[in-house]
């Protein structure tokens, strides 16, 4: 895990240049620093974090024959790959995953992304053709953002770009209106950034460029078109094996690892396969909470037992929350996407504190395998074997999830029989925030068409489009900046494989979500977290950490500010004044202080 940049057909960086690079990726890779200058055109940098083969022997830019490597995160089946190239006559000079890429690329070329289970944002320079090659993974884990102009510049964070472009940033105001109007969701529906003129790279795409000509192309795509696994238990236990053999491959590190552990499914089953069938000795870290809706330490406390693991314990606190927000914002050149994001930071804060340089995380399984309430209803939308199945299952919806669910947009079951089309839900109460701005340039709902089961479509594209890609952007600023590597083990290609070979119309049974996932981690997760019908994660309430009464805090939110000339002073002034309990509001408050402080970082 490290940082990266370069550009293509731009000067050289001076001295000073790549001295302000280097600062400014020192988190990302605070292990090493290295720098390629081709003197035709193509500069390539590397900050390192050294995770596998932390010799001196592995650094970046890695140079072997032809071919100059700058690589930012981690190709998980490397030692698999290896011994296919030996047996092809290939010699190995290090331990590194990096050098087996670039064998891999010397063998296949591009088609080498096609063989790679891990996550990366990298970049290949080829010295006979001098051609680059910038490529994101297919889950977009990795994060690469890019400019065009006079060339091309990409960096693994935007103030990195804007030294190498020379060009000052520039807030994007349509963005920035998404966020504060349609909320998280919307953030990565196009390849936009909260920053003018720089688009970031989305997942499984390709940048080739040379001298004459730059092509952006989609290297790889999800397989829709595969047979189903009909036998139950023969579907439960490929999602097994897959689940483990992920976890297993993103255990190898020569570094100390950790476990993000919550009181949901997710989490347990990752720390529960790596203890129960792969005799890690594991340490999980948790976000305590005092209100008690997102409140885990007793499930937590299952889980440690269980599993006889080391569990820690967060606990966030009011002290010092603007100033915390402000550097946040301010570091990373971009609002944060939600309050839980602001906590989690805390937890990575806590796991560098304790020696640990990996944390794994269970980002992906509501995706795969159905976590959100909005599932059930599109689950029962779904081409039933019979009508009793229906009955059934519409029976266990309004005993089982009705009652939890606090959003009334999802109360009715027949609510995707009626309307096929619905998506007011994803950006809720848009209109009613849109109100706040005083001119409306957000961007209207869109959604990528996958396939004819809509529960299916619409998991994939919150695993492409909505939510994954979000979250692991956080994923990478929080972990980044106290210098961890996250690791993601649900962000498997193959795991996605047999996740869509499962019957959409058995994804959900007994009111239970992630039916398959659950089946499959029997004997791993206490029996109590295993069969939880509450959606659990990591959560945080504004109003647990900030005072919104306090005259200091009033100050903040109605002081001048350029936030002012994109949001309604005297809306916000009128809504401060109301009654903010409902969830929404809190999160669209949260909002309006990341883009007032984000604002503010460029008057």
Not at 89 to 118: P, Q
Not at 538 to 559: C, G, H, P, W, Y
Request: glycine share 6%; charged share 25%.
């Amino acid at each position: 895990m490290c940082g990266i940049a370069g550009s293509y057909a731009k000067p050289s960086l001076s001295r000073c240049d790549l001295e302000k690079c280097q600062e400014l990726l020192k988190r990302r890779g605070p292990d090493g620093f290295g720098y390629f200058n081709s003197n035709n055109g193509c500069q390539l940098i590397h900050s390192r974090l050294a995770i596998i083969d932390i010799n001196e022997r592995s650094k970046q830019p890695f140079y072997y024959d032809n071919l100059i490597i700058t690589f930012n995160g981690e190709i998980y089946n490397y030692l698999e790959l290896k011994k296919c190239l030996e047996k092809d006559g290939f010699n190995f000079y290090t331990d590194s995953d990096t050098e087996v890429l670039a064998a891999c690329w010397k063998k296949w070329g591009v088609d080498a992304l096609n063989l790679f289970d891990g996550m990366w944002a990298l970049a290949v320079y080829d010295k006979n053709t001098r051609k680059l090659f910038i490529a994101t993974d297919p889950f977009g884990e990795k994060p690469l953002y890019y400019k065009v102009g006079n060339g091309l510049s990409f960096a693994s964070r935007l103030d990195v770009l804007s030294v190498i472009t020379g060009e000052a940033l520039e807030p994007d105001l349509v963005q920035l209106s998404n966020y504060l109007a349609n909320g998280y969701k919307s953030l990565f529906k196009t390849d936009r950034t909260f920053i003018k003129d720089v688009k970031r790279l989305p997942p499984g795409h390709m940048i080739t460029i040379n001298s004459d000509s730059m092509s952006i192309q989609r290297y790889w795509r999800p397989k829709l078109n595969v047979e189903k696994l009909v036998d139950h238990r023969s579907a439960v236990q490929k999602v097994r094996e897959e689940l483990i053999n992920s976890v297993k491959l993103r255990l190898r590190s020569d570094v100390p690892l950790a476990f993000c552990l919550s009181g949901g499914i997710d989490s347990n089953a990752l720390i529960g396969a790596a203890v129960k069938e792969l005799g890690v000795d594991a340490t999980g870290f948790t976000i305590a909470n005092a209100d008690g809706r997102y409140d885990e330490k007793e499930l937590v406390k299952l889980t440690q037992e269980f599993l006889g693991i080391n569990s820690i314990i967060v606990r966030p606190t009011e002290r010092n929350f603007l100033d915390s927000l402000k550097a946040m914002v301010q570091d990373r050149a971009a609002p944060i996407a939600t309050i839980s994001y602001y906590t989690q930071n805390m937890l990575y804060e806590e796991m560098a504190k304790h020696g640990f340089k990996v944390g794994i995380s269970g980002t992906g399984a509501d995706e795969l395998f159905t976590g959100y309430y909005d599932h059930h209803l599109l689950y029962l939308a779904e081409q039933f074997e019979d009508n009793q199945s229906k009955e059934q299952a519409i029976l266990n919806w309004n005993q089982y999830i009705n009652p939890v669910v606090r959003n009334p947009l999802l109360k009715d079951p027949e609510k995707y029989l009626k309307d096929p089309d619905f998506r007011e839900h994803v950006y809720y109460r848009a209109d009613f925030y849109a109100s706040f701005l005083n001119k409306d340039m957000r961007e209207e709902f869109i959604e990528n068409h996958y396939c004819e089961s809509l529960l299916r479509s619409r998991m994939l594209n919150e695993l492409f489009h909505e939510a994954v890609p979000v979250i692991v952007n956080e994923d990478d600023n929080n972990a980044m900046h106290h210098s961890i590597e996250n690791r993601s083990p649900y962000l498997s290609r193959p795991l996605l494989d047999v996740a869509l070979s499962l019957p959409e119309n058995k994804l959900i049974q007994n009111g239970l979500a992630k039916n398959y996932l659950r089946e499959a981690a029997e004997g791993f997760v206490h029996p109590d977290i295993l069969w939880n019908r509450k959606k659990i994660g990591f959560n945080s309430s504004l109003f647990e950490l900030l005072d919104v009464s306090a005259k200091e805090t009033q100050e903040f939110f109605l002081d001048d500010s350029p936030v002012f000339d994109v949001v309604s002073k005297n809306n916000i002034e009128n809504y401060l004044k109301g009654d903010l309990s409902l969830n929404s509001d809190s999160k669209f408050l949260f909002n309006f202080m990341n883009a007032k402080i984000f604002m503010e970082m460029f008057k």
